[in-house]
């Protein structure tokens, strides 16, 4: 039955892997979810069966990784849907942002969803099935938001790996999608799920006035339903051919449409300079 499906969400104590792991709980289904703090997952999740298994792991280290699927094998006996979720935002201009800044971006949006991979992989393949969800955003197909270079990076690596991916494990019947969530209307925009540069420098006005339109505009006001995106996730998570690139909201949506139509016109209107390095 469907019902009996382990889930293993990463960044589950807020945002849309605390929506999914609810919604994942109130329908039967068994999950493994992860945060840096366990207290506030138990307090925000507020499921005591034992279909839940609550976790503390550091995602950027590998050891801690394998330690927490081990424990889930131990506890369900299996794994078949990953969600790669947890990450945060980085704010600042490539200018602005440290070596030390970005890097850390990386080692949570990144190598933290890298490790999972790398340690549920050796599961998925003695069985030959299993559903990897790995969260980008829609920065991650779609880059002209200034001031969100490093974190826009960092999106599309998981893109970019994700596609990878899908091809390597395609003859095991194992799934890769890439997700690119729009705005949703949870605590991303919020302190703690979004860092700003250190050390700005005013003469950036484009992305300080990004930074108000998110601040005064966008927070409070996004279109984005966390339920119904949990509800979307767990649909084609059950689906026999699941999408490669899955983008969330109807803003997502259009975006997505408009980086289309821009890279077709650049495509058409310089054909002849392309062709023209050719033997």
Not at 151 to 170: D, M, Q, R, W
Not at 178 to 190: H, M, Q
């Given at each position: 039955?469907?019902?009996?499906?382990?889930?293993?969400?990463?960044?589950?104590?807020?945002?849309?892997?605390?929506?999914?792991?609810?919604?994942?709980?109130?329908?039967?289904?068994?999950?493994?979810?992860?945060?840096?703090?366990?207290?506030?997952?138990?307090?925000?999740?507020?499921?005591?069966?034992?279909?839940?298994?609550?976790?503390?792991?550091?995602?950027?280290?590998?050891?801690?990784?394998?330690?927490?699927?081990?424990?889930?094998?131990?506890?369900?006996?299996?794994?078949?849907?990953?969600?790669?979720?947890?990450?945060?935002?980085?704010?600042?201009?490539?200018?602005?942002?440290?070596?030390?800044?970005?890097?850390?971006?990386?080692?949570?949006?990144?190598?933290?969803?890298?490790?999972?991979?790398?340690?549920?992989?050796?599961?998925?393949?003695?069985?030959?099935?299993?559903?990897?969800?790995?969260?980008?955003?829609?920065?991650?197909?779609?880059?002209?938001?200034?001031?969100?270079?490093?974190?826009?990076?960092?999106?599309?690596?998981?893109?970019?790996?994700?596609?990878?991916?899908?091809?390597?494990?395609?003859?095991?019947?194992?799934?890769?999608?890439?997700?690119?969530?729009?705005?949703?209307?949870?605590?991303?925009?919020?302190?703690?799920?979004?860092?700003?540069a250190a050390n700005p420098i005013a003469e950036y006005k484009e992305a300080r006035d990004l930074e108000v339109i998110h601040n005064e505009q966008i927070i409070g006001n996004q279109p984005g339903d966390p339920e119904k995106a949990a509800a979307a996730f767990i649909h084609i998570a059950e689906l026999e051919e699941r999408p490669l690139h899955l983008f969330l909201g109807s803003d997502s949506f259009g975006m997505a449409n408009g980086k289309i139509q821009?890279?077709?016109?650049?495509?058409?209107?310089?054909?002849?300079?392309?062709?023209?390095?050719?033997?």
């Amino acid at each position: 039955m469907k019902t009996q499906k382990v889930w293993f969400v990463t960044g589950a104590s807020k945002g849309l892997g605390l929506s999914l792991v609810k919604r994942l709980l109130s329908e039967g289904y068994k999950v493994a979810a992860t945060s840096r703090n366990i207290d506030a997952l138990r307090e925000e999740v507020g499921h005591t069966g034992d279909e839940f298994l609550p976790l503390s792991v550091n995602l950027t280290s590998n050891e801690s990784v394998a330690t927490t699927v081990a424990g889930i094998l131990a506890k369900f006996g299996t794994i078949d849907v990953v969600v790669n979720n947890a990450g945060y935002g980085q704010l600042g201009t490539l200018e602005e942002l440290t070596d030390e800044e970005a890097r850390k971006n990386f080692d949570v949006n990144v190598f933290g969803s890298l490790n999972v991979i790398r340690n549920v992989m050796p599961v998925f393949r003695e069985k030959r099935s299993g559903a990897f969800f790995n969260i980008s955003s829609i920065a991650g197909f779609l880059g002209t938001f200034p001031g969100w270079g490093i974190y826009n990076a960092t999106k599309f690596a998981v893109a970019g790996f994700t596609e990878a991916l899908s091809a390597e494990i395609k003859s095991m019947g194992i799934s890769a999608t890439i997700v690119y969530p729009g705005y949703f209307k949870t605590n991303f925009l919020l302190e703690g799920s979004l860092n700003t540069a250190a050390n700005p420098i005013a003469e950036y006005k484009e992305a300080r006035d990004l930074e108000v339109i998110h601040n005064e505009q966008i927070i409070g006001n996004q279109p984005g339903d966390p339920e119904k995106a949990a509800a979307a996730f767990i649909h084609i998570a059950e689906l026999e051919e699941r999408p490669l690139h899955l983008f969330l909201g109807s803003d997502s949506f259009g975006m997505a449409n408009g980086k289309i139509q821009a890279v077709q016109h650049d495509l058409a209107a310089f054909e002849n300079i392309s062709k023209s390095t050719d033997f």
